[in-house]
């Protein structure tokens, strides 16, 4: 499954942005969908998961937790990432995928795609 990410760019700190994930198929409404980041000299790493029916949504224990929510419209074959109070530390390229759940954390399971970079001002 293929996902288009878009909605990054420069924000100041406190600020927000919310992020969309699109599939370019209609096949990933089978699937688990959620958002990374990877910040510059860090690994890559979990911040949140969506079912389809969005019965099941999973938070990672990144920084972002409590200032992230996720949601989808499967009618519009999109994931969104909502951001608030953003941090310079949160300035990282975000990616989405397809992802399967280890525990509390997901692992991407697709191709990864270029992401969105978000960069956060002080």
């Known amino acids: 499954v293929r996902v288009i990410e878009s909605g990054g760019g420069l924000v100041q700190a406190g600020g927000s942005l919310r992020l969309n994930c699109t599939a370019a198929?209609?096949?990933?409404?089978?699937?688990?969908i959620g958002w990374f980041r990877q910040a510059p000299g860090k690994e890559r790493e979990f911040v949140a998961a969506?079912?389809?029916?969005?019965?099941?949504?999973?938070y990672g224990d990144s920084d972002l937790k409590g200032r992230v929510t996720i949601s989808r419209d499967n009618a519009k074959d999109s994931v969104y990432l909502q951001m608030d109070s953003l941090k310079p530390d949160d300035t990282a390229v975000y990616y989405c995928?397809?992802?399967?759940?280890?525990?509390?954390?997901?692992?991407?399971?697709?191709?990864w795609g270029p992401g969105t970079q978000v960069t956060v001002s002080s």
């Open positions: 198929t209609r096949a990933y409404s089978r699937f688990l």
């Open positions: 995928n397809t992802v399967e759940m280890d525990g509390q954390t997901g692992r991407g399971t697709g191709s």
């Open positions: 969506i079912s389809w029916s969005e019965r099941s949504i999973y």
